[in-house]
């Protein structure tokens, strides 16, 4: 049951697409919860397979001390499938003022000893990711390895498509669900920026949404359907990349308020492209 729940097919003779389909979850977890944080460490090349597959495969036991295993496998054998992954973003959380400082050397060898983890403060902010976070995100339905209950259409994403994404990949009824979910209550805080202030909700529509909704298509398509108080910027591959971050920060800074961006648009390619650019921003 364990290993069902926790690490299928983990164990398997060919697991090594399993292993990466699990590090990429938690790399678009770390991205969707704390994007400047994923920013520095891809920035300089700490890959999570240098430090986080032990963290999978053993649920954490072989970087722990055993009183602190007793008291993470409780809360693991209790809690929600996804708590794992989320416990190895909160993990890197509480690491992240020093991480921040650090380059790969420092980073490599500050990482590789968990001992002084709060535990106790890593799984209350695990919880919280997963309260925040839409199921087709913490628990993904495109992918070979998913435990979830969701099955969405064969067409929808490949799970090689899903995993060279830069960005998470939601369901339809995961969106319907961010729609109906008020500001106050789905917002997230971005540790760089200004406080969330939710009382701001009731400055308009698009302002109380969840999420902040970014169609991207090209404005034909977008007159013909779009969802009801999307911001509309449409993007082309052959702009100038640049110049069109550089739009997209200074229209989208001021009205993001801590809220997750879902962007719209008919080409993955060009999703990837827009979320990088979000991300790097």
Known sequence: AVVAKFVPHFFASNNSVVMEERLVLYTKLLTYHDPALARHLHGIEFRPELYAIPWFLTLFAHVLPLPKIYIVWDALFTGPRGLVVALAVAVVQQMRPQLLAMDFSQAIMYISSLHEVDIHVALDCARQICDLTPDSIIDPPYLLSSTSAQRPAPS??????????????????????????????????????????????????????????????????????????????????????????????????????????????????????????????
Do not use: W
Request: aromatic content about 6%; overall charge negative.
């Open 156 to 281: 929808l994403i490949s799970p090689e498509a899903y995993r060279q994404l830069p960005c998470a990949f939601l369901t339809p009824a995961d969106l319907y669900r961010l729609l109906q979910t008020p500001f106050r209550a789905l917002a997230k805080t971005d540790p760089d920026g200004p406080p969330v202030d939710s009382s701001d909700a009731a400055s308009g529509p698009r302002s109380s949404l969840g999420v902040l909704l970014l169609d991207i298509r090209p404005q034909s398509q977008f007159a013909q359907h779009h969802l009801e108080h999307s911001l509309h910027i449409p993007y082309n591959p052959v702009d100038n990349r640049e110049q069109f971050a550089a739009k997209l920060v200074r229209i989208v800074a001021p009205v993001k308020r801590g809220r997750p961006v879902v962007v719209i648009g008919m080409e993955l390619d060009d999703v990837g492209v827009v979320a990088s650019m979000l991300v790097d921003s």
